[in-house]
C-alpha cells in the first residue's frame, strides 16, 4: 500500500512529518479519494460480470460461490498483506462484524435476484439509491452532516426512480423491490465498516463481510433451494474474476478509503457508477436500458452529480 502511494505522488510517512497540518489533511483526503475512486471503477464490473455469470447461475448458487470465492482471495491477500495477527475482532466490534456478515448475505442474496431480472445499466442506477441511503444514516448514525441541498438533489434521484418505473412496475416491479432492499442492506454494511476501520485493518473487516455472508447463504440454499454448478466452464472463469474484483479487491480499497475520507463523501464517489457500466455493458453485452429507464437513470445521475458538485464546493 505504501509503494502505491508513492506511485500516485503521495509522500511517505518520514516526508508526512515533515508537513504542516493542511498539508497533511489534504494528502490524506487525495490518497482517500483515489482508493475511493479506483475501488468504484472496480465494483461497477459487478454488474457486468455477474450479469453475465448469472445466465449460467442461479441467484443461490451464484451468490454461494461469489462469496466464497471472495472470501478466498480475501484471506489469501490478508496473510500476504501480514494482518493475518488481527483476524479475531476486538469485542467491541465482534457484533457489529457480525452484522456485517449477515446483511452481505441477506444484501447479495437480494440484489442478485434482482439484477437477474433487470437490464444491469437500469440496475446500476437503480444502485444509486444505495450511497443515498447510506448518506442518510451516516447522518443519522455518525453525526456526518447534511444539507439542505443535498436533501435537494437526492429527491431528484427519487424522482428518476419513478419516472424509470412508471407504466412498467408490473415488469420490472419484483426486480426494482429486490435491488432497493439490497441497497438498504449495502447501507448498513458501509455503517459498520466505517466504525470497525478505525480499530481493525480493512483487509480484515473486508474478508468478513465475505466470509459471513458465505455462511449466511450457505444456509439459505441448505433450508430454502438447490445449489446447482452444472454450468457451463465460461460462466465459471467469468464468476471467477468477478470475484476477485469486485466484492473482494474493491471493497478492501473501499474500507482503506474509509480511513482517509467520511462516508459520505465515499458514498458520493460511488454514485459515479453509471459511467462506467454503460459503456461497458454496450461494449460487452451489447445492452442499453430502454427509453424511459434511460431517461429515469439520466435523472437519478443529474441528482448524483449534484451532490458531487455540493461535495466539491464544500471543499473549497
Known amino acids: 500500500m505504501a509503494n502505491l502511494r508513492r506511485t500516485i505522488g503521495l509522500s511517505n510517512r518520514a516526508e508526512e512529518d515533515t508537513l504542516t497540518p493542511r498539508e497533511r489533511r489534504l494528502m490524506r483526503t487525495r490518497w482517500g479519494f483515489f482508493l475511493a475512486i479506483t475501488s468504484t471503477v472496480l465494483v461497477s464490473t459487478n454488474f457486468i460480470t455477474a450479469k453475465y455469470a448469472l445466465e449460467g447461475f442461479d441467484p443461490v448458487s451464484f451468490s454461494l460461490v461469489w462469496t466464497a470465492l471472495a472470501a478466498f482471495f480475501g484471506l489469501v491477500i490478508l496473510i500476504a498483506a501480514g494482518e493475518a495477527k488481527g483476524l479475531v475482532p476486538p469485542r467491541p466490534h465482534r457484533r457489529p462484524i457480525l452484522l456485517l456478515g449477515l446483511t452481505t448475505g441477506a444484501g447479495m442474496l437480494f440484489g ?33 452532516r447534511l444539507f439542505m441541498w443535498e436533501i435537494a438533489a437526492m429527491l431528484i434521484m427519487v424522482v428518476g426512480g419513478v419516472v424509470s418505473t412508471l407504466g412498467r412496475w408490473d415488469i420490472v416491479g419484483l426486480g426494482v423491490t429486490l435491488t432497493l432492499v439490497s441497497c438498504l442492506m449495502v447501507g448498513v454494511q458501509m455503517i459498520v465498516a466505517k466504525v470497525a476501520v478505525g480499530d481493525m485493518s480493512p483487509y480484515v473487516v473486508a474478508f468478513y463481510r465475505v466470509a459471513i455472508g458465505c455462511v449466511v447463504i450457505a444456509v439459505w440454499a441448505v433450508a430454502f433451494g438447490d445449489i446447482d454448478l452444472d454450468v457451463e466452464a465460461h460462466y465459471w472463469y467469468v464468476l471467477i474474476l468477478g470475484a476477485l474484483v469486485g466484492p473482494c479487491i474493491s471493497h478492501i480499497l473501499k474500507f482503506w478509503a474509509y480511513r482517509y475520507v467520511d462516508l459520505t463523501r465515499v458514498s458520493v464517489i460511488v454514485m459515479m457508477q453509471p459511467l462506467v457500466v454503460l459503456p461497458m455493458a454496450y461494449g460487452i453485452l451489447g445492452k442499453v436500458p430502454s427509453g424511459r429507464e434511460l431517461l429515469g437513470g439520466m435523472i437519478i445521475l443529474a441528482g448524483a452529480l449534484w451532490l458531487v458538485l455540493i461535495h466539491l464546493k464544500g471543499d473549497k
Open 112 to 144: 442478485w435476484a434482482g439484477l437477474a431480472l433487470l437490464d444491469p445499466s437500469f440496475a446500476a442506477f437503480l444502485w444509486r439509491f444505495s450511497p443515498l441511503m447510506t448518506i442518510g444514516m451516516s447522518y443519522v448514525v455518525l453525526k456526518e
